[in-house]
């Protein structure tokens, strides 16, 4: 033990050797090279024709002089070079991409020269990365359970791409520099997909989402909305084109929450890009009710848009919604016209030639009925034209669709009518609105009534299969608990026959009720419903979250005994990615108010990673906790298996050194070096060195 800290302590003063010598060539260099200045730019000679005659100032900040930095910065400096350039040894290139160019988006006011370079480096590496490991044709995931589209939040418009994380890191700083790795990144993009199609040619052309919910619209559209949005800070009228260029290819998932977002920034261009939108959909005789049901939420200020294709697929997607949002009249009319348009196409279809088609049909009958109350508010002449294509779609539609299209639309029409656009209270705020449905312990799915509870009963009471009646207990003792009767729930519950799934079926009525428990401040009853749920990991999260919760309200001591009993929990629990999860969780929370603590947790956590030889921490799945409740009757109509997956940023392992390192850093580089997995290991040490630039004091 005296021998692997004598080791320890000779490495950090051979360290502390080099940072000074390094930091003399450095300050040698910088003498010898003046500061670069700020510049106006009129269009380049590739961007001519879009820049024509327009100035812009490249607001880039001064680098510092090297010279000038405290000591802590000089080393923090020499860190980040280090792992810049040791991220290039690293296999997968996609790890080293990302390593490197979170390296350079730390070092850009430091040292611009070596930053771009980084920069360049990363992106090149990504390339030949995707150029050498090119996706099999079809690969495309997509969130479903038992055949079916995952109801909740999907993973929609976000991107995985390595290059796509270097470009939004570069166009932060240098949007030029952003410019010309998206152009290169379209350009990879499309000989991906003619690639692709050359190894389909003969194939059935299948689209990766269902034509009734979003359409086959081209994946880099979402690719250009979310670089759009990334390098609006530094080229606004670049971001914009971009964006046009995105909805010219189509309607992506990710554009309601993007023009929400951009209208904070620009409401008259964000105005503009809505009316651009609009008019490529109804001008694209391939558009979708789905997409038109994408572009609903704008006009309206909305922050959800829920999705049916009439195959008994559900979606709802919440985010928020525009901040201080006035209605504009002429853009709600110029959308429902469209709107019209684009759904009036189904009327002309036969649902027998294909499920595609009935799909088709299906949405398009879900989106009439959505857009009755608004039609009736905004444009009334237009109600009796939606009365007859509502009536058409109907007949042409299956009883199950139709079924499955009036609960959803009911639950929808429950949660709020459209404003008026004369109303002066819609130009407020709407960041306080209530909660949206499908989202959170306030859950409310179509079908979560009391008659739909007494029918389930009704129908458990009398199944001759003790798994089928074992499935429908189970369907009403959740049904009850998203309707808020907890007890009642656990009560059915406990009518299961098979001791296992009752078990489960309870554990997670447990998890529900805590959750909502936590959010109405009833901790107590938090804290006793967490312990009564089966797995560790999501007992522990519940611990953490009621922590998060007690420390909102200036409650340190009851968020200390939480976490302490929480790593409790975990003492004797086998090493495994959960457990390293939910050590990192708690080691996060303590960091916030009590270093010493935090340090000790993360410790005994990074002894748990360093036995995990194929931890990945840039798969999102290893560090999302994921829960699942299935039936184990195979040949149940109603098995199904229900998952919810949840993002916990907490569980970055560099996110809670770098805050730890504030207040040690000596010791928070100490346990990022004893990371034996090296993308885990760079990451840690970037995320300690940045801290050295931080305002704050840092702690040696």
């Not at 080393?75 to 997968?92: C, H, N, P, V, W």
């Not at 976000?158 to 700083?173: E, Q, T």
């Not at 299935?630 to 949840?646: A, D, H, L």
Request: net charge neutral.
């Amino acid at each position: 033990m005296k021998r692997s800290i004598t080791v320890v302590v000779l490495c950090l003063c051979l360290t502390l050797s080099t940072v000074a010598a390094i930091a003399q060539d450095s300050a040698k260099t910088n003498k010898q090279t003046s500061a670069p200045q700020k510049k106006t730019v009129d269009g380049d000679s590739t961007d001519k024709g879009q820049n024509a005659g327009v100035k812009k100032e490249i607001k880039n900040e001064e680098p510092a002089d090297e010279a000038n930095l405290t000591q802590a910065q000089q080393r923090g400096l020499f860190l980040l070079k280090q792992a810049g350039d040791e991220a290039g040894t690293i296999s997968d290139g996609r790890n080293a991409a990302r390593l490197q160019s979170n390296a350079a988006d730390q070092l850009w006011n430091y040292d611009r020269d070596y930053a771009r370079k980084l920069f360049e480096t990363a992106f090149d590496t990504a390339v030949k990365y995707y150029r050498d490991n090119k996706p099999q044709p079809g690969s495309q995931q997509t969130q479903q359970i038992g055949g079916r589209l995952a109801q909740g939040m999907p993973r929609f418009g976000g991107s995985n791409d390595a290059r796509m994380d270097v470009i939004r890191l570069a166009a932060k700083h240098d949007s030029l520099l952003g410019r010309k790795f998206t152009e290169e990144y379209l350009d990879e993009k499309k000989r991906e997909r003619q690639d692709n199609a050359l190894q389909n040619s003969g194939a059935p052309n299948i689209p990766l989402n269902n034509p009734g919910m979003m359409g086959n619209v081209d994946p880099s559209a979402a690719d250009l909305l979310s670089t759009a949005s990334a390098i609006y800070q530094t080229d606004p009228k670049q971001a914009m084109e971009l964006a046009q260029r995105a909805f010219a290819l189509g309607v992506p998932s990710s554009a309601p929450g993007f023009l929400n977002q951009m209208y904070a920034k620009d409401p008259v261009a964000t105005d503009q890009l809505y009316q651009f939108a609009l008019t490529q959909l109804g001008n694209n005789p391939n558009a979708t009710p789905g997409q038109v049901l994408l572009l609903a939420s704008y006009p309206f200020g909305s922050g959800q848009v829920w999705l049916v294709d009439g195959n008994r697929n559900t979606m709802s997607m919440a985010f928020p919604p525009p901040k201080n949002f006035k209605m504009s009249p002429a853009l709600v009319n110029q959308f429902l016209g469209t709107a019209m348009r684009v759904i009036s196409r189904a009327g002309d279809m036969d649902p027998s030639q294909s499920s595609d088609v009935a799909s088709f049909v299906g949405s398009a009958l879900f989106a009439a009925k959505i857009l009755q109350p608004r039609v009736a508010a905004y444009q009334p002449a237009l109600q009796g034209d939606l009365a007859n294509l509502t009536a058409k779609l109907t007949q042409l539609s299956s009883v199950a669709s139709q079924e499955q299209i009036d609960k959803v639309a009911q639950n929808v029409a429950a949660t709020g009518n459209p404003k008026d656009p004369n109303d002066p209270s819609n130009s407020a705020s709407n960041a306080a609105s209530p909660g949206l449905p499908g989202f959170g312990p306030s859950l409310k799915l179509p079908g979560d009534t009391e008659d739909n509870v007494k029918k389930l009963l009704e129908q458990a009471e009398n199944a001759a299969d003790p798994g089928a009646k074992d499935d429908l207990y189970q369907q009403a003792a959740l049904t009850v608990q998203r309707i808020g009767d907890i007890d009642r729930a656990m009560n059915i519950a406990g009518k299961i026959s098979d001791a296992g799934y009752k078990a489960s079926v309870k554990s997670w009525l447990s998890y529900e009720a805590a959750t909502k428990a936590i959010t109405d401040k009833r901790f107590d009853d938090a804290r006793r419903l967490a312990n009564d749920v089966d797995q560790v990991d999501q007992r522990v999260h519940l611990f953490a979250d009621i922590a998060r919760a007690a420390l909102q309200d200036k409650d340190q001591v009851r968020a200390t005994e939480l976490l302490n009993e929480a790593t409790a929990k975990l003492a004797n629990v086998t090493d495994s990615q959960e457990k390293m999860r939910s050590m990192l969780e708690i080691s996060s929370i303590f960091s916030g108010f009590d270093s010493i603590r935090g340090f000790e947790v993360l410790e005994s956590a990074i002894q748990v990673v360093n036995k995990l030889p194929d931890y990945n921490p840039f798969d999102s799945n290893s560090n999302a906790m994921v829960r699942t409740l299935g039936s184990p009757n195979s040949n149940s109509r109603s098995n199904r298996t229900m998952t919810m997956t949840m993002g916990n940023g907490s569980s970055d392992i560099s996110n809670t050194l770098g805050t730890l390192a504030r207040s040690d850093f000596d010791r928070a580089l100490l346990l990022a070096q004893s990371i034996e997995n090296k993308p885990l290991r760079l990451s840690s040490q970037i995320a300690v060195a940045s801290a050295a630039f931080e305002k704050k004091k840092i702690a040696q």
